[in-house]
């Protein structure tokens, strides 16, 4: 009898977890580490306002967010690039991000051509004294496969030079500009969200570090609005089919909140005068 | 004849010479494993201080209960120790009941045969599936293709078959450990097998056992790189922070320390890191502790022996 | 009456408890063949799917699979040497503690020690990972200039990380040694260190044996501890001290952003089954080594 009572409530509660699970209402994101802190600030505001939806945000780069949303172990995936043979995924364009080239700041160079910085991300410029630096060894820091921001960077900068990989090799927007600040000699590229911080209605670079004009024009936001500065792309988020109610709901949410967008360093759509295509 | 004489002289001296090297090899060997050991010793007493130095200042009571911070430094690590606890006991619930069922099986009942042999094999190749691959397995298995999602049983269940094995091999242990003679008195007494296992050998192996089951614990509570990709590296913020709901993301604090590392957005990220190694390490020592003290208490008490 | 019937019901219980047991003991059975079978399937997929070559995989150095190239011998060899490197430094230390405490230590010594090296065992790897990052890391890029990522730095962290095991298989290894060899070898005027170096070594090499080798299977499983401090480069190493990537690294730096059935995933799962390889052959190699002693 007790057997039968156990049994039975075994297989009420595995039956009922799913349900638990469709009562409350989640979101999970994951992707791009240049999106990250638009979405993780949007999820904390949107939860401060409604209690009705948990959404819970992480990073891994732009093609974890493309593949987990595609095998539905997200709701949400965030990416830099397009999510080219995903035919099921439906695209939701959030703002527009730049890309700074930047570096330690002990090196003495604040400009570079697009051909220099080719040379040195390809590995045949190894010393920052052949392009008008310091005497230091460049130490080149590189996105995992899995970025976006890398894909972004070698498909506007390198085209079909390949990239030197004996640098070292950073998870995240954060961590690259960690490593950039601590490691002398270090170039490597991150969204304008990790390397530049609004304060008292202007965009500054975050301490330690230093970011390289190209051909002479400066990474700002004017310049990436015109299209004088190459680096930077459509920020994307994907959803699995069409977008239901809660997605649809916090992705709106996302969209709407142009003073957030602006303060964390991203471009909003409206300001844009040129396109991806004319890039 | 005087050569002879001379011979045996050097002879003596070369042994005596000998003696006395043999000796100072003798000492300095001594001198050297000593060393060796109270180097290893120093450094596990270095380590233990360094990051109580290290994350002592990081630890209060918002940190240890506070919620996790998205993008601004002072953010607390509660909903990922509850996590922690969370998939530990998860995961204990589903490994405990298969991997007592299976010691028993191998050292009561079978103690010959290929059956025995094959699941003994088994157990002993799944204990040394590296934990990334394990976690791979998981990632495809659990979270994709049945649709589990980033989730607190996705994550309990391959560390489910992580510490199956070790806790087999500590229930095993545990029963050999029992004498021969409970069982013996036992049967006379006309008990059937199953009734001698549960009243005369079972009581007397819950303590090693505890013991063995505490310890696999502090190891579950620590496991970071199986769980990256199955239980997610997220919280929700809102109300949801401590989520009862299996099918719910759920980061637990070894993974916070990698992830906020490689995530790196938080300003604070070495102080958050720091703390977050600190409690795991004296979480670890107090599984150790506990792990003993409970052992030994529940000897006592069932079998009236210490 | 009654007894009759309690006798039916504790037979039927006997029973039914053996069909539990029975069935949880098959359990290990069926989760290893399903993961052997489930990589063993996915993991070669690179070869029989995407026709690749196997001597690729396993010989050249270009990983770009986006690029059609597979070679994971960097980080073949990545895992091959912090491996090599954790056994050469952590191997003998580890053997000669265990000896100490199967030979030396006076109990007291050694009741106070032994709970610390266990201790050892229990601390996560991921906290080994951030003490290498926040102590070893800084320390090697001050005193070699270099970025302080690297072999070196992963190869002293994995060293820490066996130790225990390989302390306390030795030890037991030492103490199954029967006490009338120790006995007769004092008795013939051999000292302490000649009874251990000469008689009680060579009597225990089997058990050492098993302990280093598993302390390799430790060491060639590890993940953060190393990805930590590795530098994650995905290029052969140049030198001790720079940039490289493991096996494991490799996986945990790749897995979430591999898409379903791509090349990508492909490769990955290949380098995942050629752990497992690793660590079955591994567990293969104790049991040929036990049996060899026994």
Redesign the interface.
Known sequence: MSRTALAALLLGAALAAPAVASADTSLTAAGSTALLPLVKASAEAYQNQHNDLKISVTGGGSRVGITQVAAKAVDLGMSDILAKGYPDLVDHRVCVVGFSVLTHPGINVKNVSKKQLQDIFAGKITNWKDVGGADVKIVVINRPRSSGTRAVFTQTIMGDVPVSETGLTEDATGTVITAVRTTPGAISYAAFSGTKKFEGGHYTTVEGIAELSIDNVAPSEENVQTGKYPIWSYEHIYTNGVANKDESRFLAFIQSNSAIIHQLGYILFRDMKVNETDR | MAQAVAVSETRERKAANSARG??A??RL??G???A??LF??L???L?VC??FY?GAGSISWHFLTGLPS??TAGGGVGPEIFNSFYILILTLLMTV??????G???QE??RTGL?RE??QF?????A??????????G???F??TL?W??SA?AGAVTLT?LN??AL?RVTQEALAGVPATYREASMALGG????TIVRAVLPSAVGPMTTGIV?IS??I?????AL??TA?????????AY?F?????A?TL??H???T?????IPD??RI??GS?LV??VM??I??VVA?VVGRQLTVRLTGKG | MTNVRAAGKAHRTERLALIVLRGASGFFIVSIALLIGYLAVEGTKLFTVDHKSIFEFLFSPTFAPDQGHIGALAFILGSLFVTAFAIAVGGPFGVAVGVFFAELAPKRVASAMKPAIEVLVGIPSVVYGWLGLTLLVPLIRNTTGSTGFGLLAAGIVLSLMILPTVVSLSEDAMRVVPDSLREGSLALGATRWETIWRVLLPAASSGIGVAVILGIARAIGETLAIQLVLGNAPVIPAGLLSPASALTSEIVMDMGGAAQGSLLQHSLFSMAFLLLLIAMGLIVLVKLVARKAA
Do not use: C
């Open positions: 043999r000796r090899v003798d060997a001594t050297a494993l000593w060796m050991a290893v010793v450094l596990l007493a380590f360094y990051m290290l998205e993008l009941p298969i991997a007592l069922a299976a028993i099986f191998l009942y079978s059956f094959t699941v088994s157990a002993e190749s799944l040394t599936v590296p934990s990334i691959v394990m976690g791979l397995f990632l495809l298995v979270v994709q649709r999602g980033f049983l078959l199956l094995p087999m059937t097998k199953w009734q310890l502090g190891r509570f620590g496991e970071t790189a990256i990709y997610g590296t997220s919280v929700a913020h809102g109300n949801g989520d709901n299996p099918f719910h993301t980061e070894a993974v320390l990698w992830y590392h490689s995530e790196a957005l990220v070495d890191g720091n190694a795991l390490l670890v020592l599984f150790n003993r």
